[in-house]
Each structure stands twice: as structure tokens, then as C-alpha cells.
């Protein structure tokens, strides 16, 4: 363990690297830095390792699980936050949704040389200093490893009086981004001036809190997966209070200070939190440093106003908003806004009927001017595409105005007048008199930004309507070009998609759940590795989902967020389908091996490796004596593997059996042998042979050549069941018996109506094994006219979730079903690491007839640039390998192709060659004797 004075010497050392980090995610800055270099990752298992100790010292408590010993693992630590303390508004509880205002002066001589620290809250902060937005956070984390963020003040503190602000949510309910936890603030600036004088700002009494009555303390929740429905009041803000000529007041109390350490996050202080009635272990929790960049903030307005409506209210806008009762308006299909300047937009608001009370409490007399009844406008405004961020606009208008602002994924112009039609997504805001500016406190997902104003009449003028967009700094931007519109416009809606569910954590879409999974989603690393080249994303996201582990040896598939330990007690009283998803456990797998091929990186699969194996353990643990792994009666968890690819929930039994026989054998047994446990990864080989084994035996029909899902109650049910992944996973991972591999890929290219074929993110699973087999003109045609054509590809510049989608409905139109980018990378460029690290690479191109490709995989080593053109038969290559990356090019043996094969085993019908590290090789394919 480090010192105080050796970690009081690690803030200064790696000041510099945390100004340049921050400085590359300052708004509108385009720039990216090199972010802190942390240590090792800790191995802390889920209540179950200390952080401190060596995996050899988790053995008695991972029971009869074998755990090497030799590997030592270092925590990630952050610097000694003493003298800081946790914060909070002076109270005995904290009411959901409770927003509370932390505010420091702080007097400098003069402009620091640097001012660097850290910040954490829980559940999610907003950081200005001197009237200035500087950064949003944390990352969504497990509150038992919750994350402090880096921040750097050193270009927005001046000489003379400086304020910091701090705005603090506290969720206090689930959501997507949130499990649970417990309110705190923390802070510890270091500043250093021009002399090397060095003071530290630390949260502490010294600072003043007040409870934020312009957000409603206590307000309900907006659905499941979304803790905050926001409503913000104008009237009751302070605004001006993050700068000097500031003057506190009685509603401003010295800061609550928690008992409980800064090292350690906030669920492990003395304040009480009444709702879940939790509390922390300090022994085996730890507060840690922010292991990604700080995100990237650009402005992005709105294309333009998309139509105009009015809205006459049959019951008040405040009980609709509540509860959606039915009738509560008539929609009138007028245009209700007129542009009086580019960019501005007029409503005149009628006035209130004689005797009607507005939302915001407001009466009309009676005898009043009557201007057309309890009338609201809506505004409808478009983005060029589908964004994450938060919505804003500007706004002149009289006090007591209200704006509820709606957000939409999909909307048809014509369609619902409101567009509260996506789980009730909408914002609240009462104006104050003359000019508002506002600006949600939370990120939504929308192409579509709705205002309806109503509540006292008179002119109001509306501007400046957008998105503060959120972005991941990516270390490289991307580049996949191909020869087709359609097929670039499918690309470019990719690359927008996983901007969109690629940020802080890997999730499905920000527009409903916004929770990291793995199974279907995990697949969006390839895209993350291969297009972006970003390793600490992935690496991030192999231990916060592995957090996830449960005391019975299963993963809660989307960790960190909410929705699974909601399902843990809906379960047990059986009140949902939806359990921890054992199939994502076994992805998991592959993406800590995945990760391990694209990087090298051993030290990121040290804190997920002994949770795998206790997984391992409870798979083992689960089998029936038919050998295979059961499907249905599971108690607690579940197993879903596609929801729309199987009749029967026992149809799934195949592909999971053999599913689990891959990753035993060609995920886990490798893991276990590069923690030099090989007594464990020959018994997790053996495992999966066995599965497969077993599968075969009640699954494999030798008749047809194929995997039937139904096969052992064919005589019941009469029609037979395939599915695309049952089929793909076997010609993967070559289970097929005797390699009869030819009626399952014919299969997979017809599509026949008995076959189920999987929604979009499960896609990829198909398309590999047609490439595998040699089908690359199937994927190309899937990708033009199944892909291609989306509505979501056309309108949005996103991949949606499922096949069809509605617009104005619950459907996500950006989710991470990002199969046509990471194909177009793995299976049409044909580009995949043969040696961890990318040492060695594979390259089988396989473009059909598509005539130009070029684009550039980025890996640890080096840009891998590819580039193809020309018809097929008569094509010409160039693959550039980056130094420490020895390359091997795959390509049809009847093409002829200028370069000395290589000896050894090929795919049928296919020859090797050998292709230079550090150097671009030019091939021209033509077909022998053209």
C-alpha cells in the first residue's frame, strides 16, 4: 500500500497527464489526449475477494473453484483524498430525485500553474467554476466501486475571487446508469501557482449546501429504467450562484460532513439511506479512479422547426403528464408558430378561460378576454440525426410559462400532435419573466425535440433549439469506405450508432434502457477495436460487468444499472420472464478472450477471471443428466438467446448447449491457460466436449445434415424448427459432426420459414458463418437489401432494434445492432488477429461484387489499411501492415495471385500467403485463365 506522502506524490506527477485529459473533453474542443495511465485492475470479486489480496488468498471463499496463485493483482488506486470528506445537505434523509447546490469561494493571488484533482457524487454531479459549465459525471459504476472523476481547473480559475459550483442529483430510485447507492459529494483540488506554492481545496463544512427547490425534492420517477422526470421551476433557481457577485442567503447551511473515508465511495458513509435501508463494507469496497476520458460536449442545433400544432386541453396538461388519462385533448392541425427571424419562432399563447387555473397556479377572473380556451402549442424540431445529449433551448416569455420538452427517437410529421409516445420521455420547465435559457440535466437519445408551452398567454418568442451532444474521445476516427451509396449510408449510420451507444458504458440504445449487456450487445467491441481502435473502453467494460456476479455464481446481465435487481424479487414471486440472462455470461466469456486477441492485455482479465470461473462453476453445477445444460425451470436466472427466432422457449436448448460448448472449449480453457491454470482449462475443455457431445446426440438429425432444435418433439409438435444460431455456432466452432457443414450453410443462405432467424444485434452470427463458408455474396446481399434499407438507416443515420419499427412508438431507432460494420471488418475485408496483440493477423478477403472497399483496422500495433477495387475477376489488393504485425492472406486457390503460399492446412479450396510486417503489398486477383 502507498504512503500519504507516496500518493500525495502521485497527484503531482500525473497532474499534467490529468490537465491534458481534461482539456481534450472541454466543449467543442476537437482535440484528444492521452488520458492518466492507471495501474493493474484490482480483483475484487463481487463481496467476495478483497481488493488487497492475491487470487491464491480468494480460494477458500470461491469454494471448490480452483484459482491460480501465482498471479498477484494490484488494485487500481486513486491518490489519498485526505483531507476531503463526503458531503451532504445538512437532513436525516434524502427524498428521491433530491437536487442539492455545493459551493466554495476560493481567493488566488494569482492565475494557478496548474490546478488538478478529483471529483465523485453519487448519483450524478454538474461542475462549474466562475459562471462556467466544466464537466458531467461520474460514469456509471457499481456503488461498490464507484469512480472519482479527473478534473483540471487550471484555465478557468482566475487571480482574485473564484466560486465553484456543484450541482448534485441524487437518483435515489433505479436506473439504466444507476443501481443504487447512497447521496455524497466529494472534492479535493490541488492548486499550485507560479512559486510552487501548493494549497488544497477539499470538500469539507467550509463549503455551503442548499436544497435546489427549483427541482421538486421527491418528484416521482419517470418509468422503470429512468429515475429522473425532471421539472424545473425558473422562479426558484438562484441563478448567478457559481459567480462572485453571488450573495448566499439563509437557504445556504454549512455542508453535512459523512462520516466514513474519501477513499472509499459514498454507500460506505454514515448517512442513512431510508429507502433501501443499505449500508457499505469498507474492507471490501474502494472508491476508484476514472479508468476512461472524460467525454467529449458539442452543440449540435436543430435542421429546423418540422411542423407546428395546436393543443386544446380537455383536462389540465399536469394530469395528463401525470397519468396519460384518455380524452385529455383535441389535437387542432394548425400551424401555431410563425419564424419572425432564421432560427426564432413566435407563438401567441391565448389566455386562460374565465375561472381555468394553470399548472403553475396561475387564475384568470372572470370577465377576462377569452382567446380560444386552455390552448398549448407544439413546437416540433428536427436534427439532421439520431444524438445523444442534452436538449436546450432559449425561450422570452412571461413568468409562469410552461415548456414540457418531449424527445423521440422516430417521428412521422402528421402524426401523434405530442410526442409523449416513448416512455414517457419529457422535462418540465416554468419560466421565469423575459429570457430562459434551458437545458435538461440528464442525456437523452432523440432525433426529435417537441416543446408544448401553455399555462399564461401572450407572446413568446422561441431560439436557439439543440443538443449538447456527448461523445466518447475516439483515439482514431474512422474510416470504411465503400463503392456503393446505400451500402456507405449503411456504414455512416453504423459509425453514428455506436457514437450513440458507446460512451461511458457499452449499452443496447440510450433511448430506453441505456444499460451495458453483453450476449447481443457485446458484440459492438469488435466494432469499438476495428473501427476505432479504443482498448480502455472495452477494458473498462470487461470489469464493470463482471461486477455483476452474483453470490449463486450467474452474472446480472446489464451491470451496472437497475433492471436486474428488480428482477432478482420479481422472479421469486414470479411476476416476470425476464431473469439474469445466463446466455450473456457466456458471451462474456468470449469478450474477455476477444479482448485479450485484439490487445495483448492480460492485466485487463484479472479481475473478470475469477468471477468466470465461479460462473464456470455454476454452469457445471446446472447440468442435467442428459449432459446438456437446461433451458427452462432455472429458478432466478433465465436463458433467452433471441426472442424472435424461437416458438418454444425449449427450442433454445441447441443453440445454448452449444453455445456453451464454444466458449468452454475456445474461451475459457484459453483464459485458464494464460493464468498458467492448466488443470482448469483442461477440465473446462473436456466440459464443452462433453456439451457438444450431448447436443448431438438429442439434436443432430444425420438424415438432414442439421441441427433441429425440435428434434426430440417432432412427433408431438409435427413441424420441424432451425435456427440461424444453432446453425452458425456449428459451423463457427466446427461441431458439426464430421464436418457436414454443407446443408447448415445452405440453410443459412435460403432462409427457409421453418428456420428462425434472429433480430439485428444477434445478426452477426449468420453473416460469420456464410463468410466462414465461403458465402460472402449472401452477406453482401444481406447487407444491401436487409440492412441497407432500414427506416432508421434512411431518416435516422442509425441501425433501430428490430427488423421494422414504428415510428412515434417504443422502439429504439439507435441500438448496437452494429453487425454491418464489424462484418464488413471481419468477414468482407476478412481481417482477424491470429496472435494476441495483433502479432499475426489473418486477411481473406471475400468482397463477392463489391467493386472498391477501403478502409483502415485499427489495432494495438498499427493501422491495418486495406483497400480493394475492381470487379472480382480482376481485383486489385493493397493490405498495408503496421510494424510488430506479420500478416497471412487467405484467398480462393483457382485465383491467381503473384506471391509464395505458405505451407500448412488451409480451408478447402483456399491457398495461404505470407504477408511482410511493416509493409504495403499490392495483389492483383484474377481468376486462373482469364
Not at 484490482?42 to 480460494?59: Q, Y
Not at 485465383?895 to 504477408?915: K, T, W, Y
Amino acid at each position: 500500500m502507498q504512503s500519504k506522502a507516496g500518493r500525495r506524490f502521485t497527484i503531482v506527477k500525473n497532474a499534467e497527464l490529468i490537465r491534458e485529459q481534461v482539456r481534450g473533453r472541454m466543449v467543442c474542443t476537437m482535440t484528444r489526449r492521452e488520458f492518466i495511465k492507471n495501474s493493474a485492475m484490482t480483483g475484487s470479486a463481487l463481496l467476495l475477494i478483497n481488493p488487497e489480496t492475491t487470487l491464491e488468498g480468494a480460494r477458500a471463499d470461491l469454494g471448490n473453484v480452483t484459482v491460480p496463485g501465482a498471479i498477484p493483482i494490484a488494485p487500481i488506486e486513486l491518490p489519498d483524498l485526505s483531507p476531503a470528506r463526503w458531503l451532504w445537505y445538512p437532513s436525516g434523509r434524502c427524498l428521491q430525485n433530491t437536487f442539492v447546490l455545493f459551493r466554495r469561494e476560493v481567493r488566488l493571488g494569482t492565475k494557478p500553474r496548474r490546478a488538478t484533482g478529483w471529483i465523485a457524487a453519487d448519483s450524478r454531479y454538474l461542475l462549474e467554476v466562475n459562471g462556467k459549465r466544466v464537466q458531467w459525471g461520474p460514469a456509471p459504476s457499481d456503488p461498490r466501486w464507484a469512480e472519482a472523476d479527473p478534473m483540471d481547473l487550471t484555465e478557468v480559475l482566475e487571480p482574485g475571487v473564484n466560486v465553484i459550483g456543484v450541482t448534485v442529483l441524487f437518483y435515489g430510485q433505479g436506473d439504466g446508469t444507476w443501481p443504487m447507492g447512497k447521496p455524497g459529494f466529494l472534492f479535493r483540488l490541488e492548486i499550485e501557482n507560479d512559486a510552487g506554492a501548493r494549497e488544497v481545496i477539499a470538500s469539507d463544512a467550509a463549503w455551503k449546501a442548499m436544497l435546489a427547490r427549483a427541482w421538486r425534492p421527491g418528484h416521482y420517477k419517470r418509468w422503470y429504467l429512468r429515475a429522473l422526470q425532471e421539472e424545473f421551476d425558473a422562479r426558484l433557481y438562484p441563478y448567478g450562484w457559481t459567480t462572485s457577485g453571488y450573495q448566499t442567503d439563509s437557504n445556504w447551511l454549512p455542508a453535512l460532513e459523512l462520516a466514513g473515508s474519501p477513499n472509499k465511495p459514498s454507500v460506505c458513509t454514515s448517512y442513512y439511506e431510508y429507502q433501501f435501508d443499505i449500508g457499505g463494507n469498507p474492507g471490501t469496497m474502494a472508491l476508484r479512479p476514472r479508468r476512461i476520458p472524460l467525454l467529449r460536449e458539442v452543440m449540435v442545433p436543430v435542421k429546423g422547426l418540422a411542423e407546428s400544432n395546436w393543443v386544446d386541453w380537455q383536462r389540465t396538461p399536469e394530469e395528463y403528464f401525470e397519468c396519460r388519462p384518455p380524452n385529455s385533448f383535441r389535437e387542432i392541425r394548425q400551424a401555431c408558430a410563425a419564424e419572425v427571424a432564421p432560427g426564432t419562432w413566435e407563438v401567441a399563447l391565448p389566455q386562460l378561460e374565465a375561472g381555468a387555473k394553470s399548472l403553475t397556479g396561475s387564475t384568470r377572473e372572470k370577465g377576462g378576454q377569452d382567446a380560444g380556451g386552455n390552448r398549448g402549442a407544439a413546437l416540433t424540431f428536427e436534427l439532421e440525426e439520431q444524438v445523444v445529449g442534452w436538449p436546450y433551448f432559449t425561450i422570452e416569455a412571461p413568468e409562469g410559462t410552461v415548456i414540457e420538452l418531449m424527445v423521440q427517437e422516430a417521428h412521422r410529421v402528421g402524426g401523434p400532435v405530442l410526442l409523449n409516445s416513448h416512455f414517457d420521455s419529457w422535462a418540465r420547465f416554468v419560466c421565469r419573466e423575459g429570457e430562459n435559457r434551458f437545458e435538461t440535466f440528464d442525456y437523452e437519445s432523440c432525433r426529435w425535440i417537441q416543446l408544448h408551452i401553455h399555462g399564461v398567454g401572450g407572446k413568446v418568442q422561441v431560439r436557439d433549439v439543440g443538443v449538447r451532444r456527448r461523445l466518447f474521445p475516439w483515439p482514431n476516427q474512422p474510416r470504411v469506405r465503400c463503392g456503393e451509396p446505400a451500402l456507405q449510408r449503411l456504414m455512416d449510420a453504423s459509425i453514428n450508432t455506436l457514437n450513440n451507444s458507446a460512451q461511458e458504458t457499452c449499452v443496447d440504445g440510450m433511448g430506453r434502457e441505456r444499460q451495458q449487456y453483453s450476449g447481443d450487445c457485446g458484440h459492438q467491441l469488435h466494432a469499438i477495436h476495428l473501427a476505432f481502435g479504443e482498448t480502455r473502453l472495452p477494458a473498462r467494460y470487461l470489469a464493470t460487468f463482471s461486477q455483476g456476479i452474483t453470490l449463486d455464481g450467474y452474472f446480472l446481465d446489464c451491470w451496472p444499472a437497475y433492471d436486474r435487481l428488480a428482477r432478482l424479487m420479481e422472479r421469486q414471486l414470479q411476476l416476470t420472464d425476464w431473469g439474469p440472462i445466463l446466455d450473456h455470461g457466456i458471451q462474456f466469456n468470449f469478450d474477455c478472450w476477444q479482448h485479450y486477441l485484439y490487445t495483448g492485455d492480460l492485466e485487463a482479465l484479472k479481475e473478470p477471471y475469477p468471477r468466470l470461473l465461479r460462473f464456470a462453476k455454476y454452469l457445471k453445477g446446472i447440468q442435467g443428466r442428459d449432459g446438456l445444460l437446461p433451458v427452462e425451470n432455472l429458478g432466478i436466472p433465465s436463458v433467452w438467446v433471441d426472442h424472435i427466432a424461437y416458438q418454444r422457449q425449449r427450442h433454445k436448448q441447441c443453440a445454448f448447449n452449444l453455445y456453451a460448448a464454444a466458449m468452454f472449449e475456445h474461451a475459457l480453457a484459453p483464459i485458464c491457460r494464460l493464468f498458467g491454470d492448466s488443470d482448469q482449462a483442461q477440465a473446462y475443455r473436456q466440459l464443452g466436449r462433453e456439451l457438444l457431445k450431448a447436443a448431438i446426440r438429442k439434436f443432430w438429425s444425420p438424415q438432414l445434415g442439421l441441427f433441429v432444435n425440435n428434434l426430440p418433439w417432432l412427433p408431438e409438435e409435427k413441424g420441424m424448427r432451425l435456427c440461424d444460431r444453432s446453425l452458425a455456432t456449428a459451423i463457427l466452432f466446427d461441431q458439426c459432426p464430421k464436418n457436414n457443414v454443407t446443408q447448415s450453410l445452405k440453410t443459412l443462405a435460403d432462409c427457409p420459414p421453418e428456420m428462425g432467424l434472429s433480430y439485428p444485434a444477434n445478426a452477426g452470427w449468420r453473416l460469420w458463418a456464410l463468410a466462414k463458408g465461403g458465402r460472402a455474396d449472401v452477406v453482401m446481399k444481406d447487407l444491401r437489401e436487409r440492412w441497407a434499407t432500414k427506416d432508421s438507416v434512411l431518416l435516422n443515420r442509425t441501425l433501430q432494434e428490430d427488423w421494422k419499427d414504428a415510428p412515434d412508438s417504443g422502439s429504439q431507432w439507435s441500438h448496437c445492432a452494429l453487425a454491418p460494420l464489424y462484418v464488413m471488418f471481419m468477414s468482407i475485408a476478412g481481417i482477424r488477429p491470429l496472435e494476441p496483440g495483433f502479432r499475426r493477423c489473418e486477411i481473406r478477403p471475400q468482397l463477392a461484387d463489391l467493386e472498391r472497399l477501403d478502409l483502415v483496422a485499427r489495432t494495438v500495433q498499427g493501422p491495418i489499411e486495406f483497400t480493394a477495387e475492381g470487379p472480382g475477376s480482376n481485383r486489385s489488393i493493397s493490405i498495408g501492415l503496421p510494424p510488430g504485425c506479420e500478416g497471412e492472406l487467405l484467398v480462393n486457390a483457382d485465383e491467381g495471385v503473384d506471391l509464395e503460399p505458405m505451407p500448412g492446412s488451409n480451408p478447402p479450396h483456399c491457398a495461404r500467403f505470407r504477408l511482410p510486417a511493416g509493409k504495403t503489398t499490392r495483389v492483383e486477383r484474377k481468376e486462373r485463365g482469364a
